[in-house]
């Protein structure tokens, strides 16, 4: 009888989770999970989703358009990643880059940001960040926390980042042979200026969240 009991509260449990859950579509065929229904700031060419609970804050950034057709063979992707992580950090908070890393997605690579930054009780001091750019359009994932919650914060994030699926989507494989050396090879800023906007977007959202009341 106890083990009934305990598999009927299992799957109480385990349903109560998958309905809390929201899975948005970010663009046709790339979907993304959220703990909760997350609130959309959608501007020209850029949408910002964002979320945040007891557990931390969950965000995405998608910027249509981010590199031209034209430029996508030659890009060095893994500088374009890192360049534009680098682009959105906040000297004010002080953080740090512990970890960088990168993975693929249906052979698309991306790129993971792991920092810590100064406590501050407005702002989540632990930050992970993904970077993937499918065909032209740029996807920026967050999760932050704070310190208090580090035990979980990896697993917090591998289930967010790891919810991303594509389906359905044509996007030309990653081929490395195609990039050339990152020593010979600089980007072009000037065809770049949009992330002024993102870096402006993420300016709102921090302040919004600083507004919010801790759970």
């Not at 557990?55 to 950034?61: F, K, L, M, R, V």
């Not at 680098?86 to 690579?109: A, F, K, T, W």
């Not at 993971?112 to 994932?141: A, E, N, W």
Request: proline share 6%; aromatic share 14%; glycine share 4%.
């Amino acid at each position: 009888m106890r083990i009934y009991i305990a598999l009927l509260l299992s799957t109480l449990f385990s349903s109560h989770f998958i309905v809390a859950q929201q899975v948005i579509e970010i663009n046709p065929g790339v979907k993304l999970t959220f703990p909760s229904p997350p609130s959309l700031l959608d501007t020209l060419g850029q949408r910002v989703y964002d979320y945040s609970d007891a557990n931390g804050y969950y965000a995405c950034i998608l910027k249509m358009n981010a590199v031209s057709v034209d430029k996508l063979a030659n890009l060095d992707r893994p500088k374009f990643y890192k360049t534009i992580f680098e682009s959105m950090q906040d000297p004010s908070h002080q953080c740090r880059l512990v970890n960088q890393s990168s993975g693929s997605i249906s052979d698309v690579p991306f790129a993971d940001f792991y920092s810590t930054c100064k406590p501050d009780p407005d702002f989540p001091d632990v930050r992970f960040k993904r970077l993937i750019l499918l065909g032209s359009d740029l996807y920026i994932i967050d999760y932050w926390t704070y310190q208090s919650n580090a035990s979980k914060s990896h697993e917090n994030k591998d289930l967010f980042f790891n919810s991303l699926k594509l389906e359905n989507i044509s996007v030309a494989p990653f081929i490395p042979s195609a990039i050339n050396s990152s020593n010979s090879q600089k980007i072009d800023w000037s065809s770049y200026t949009w992330v002024f906007g993102i870096i402006g977007a993420l300016v709102i959202i921090l302040f919004f969240l600083r507004k919010k009341p801790k759970k």
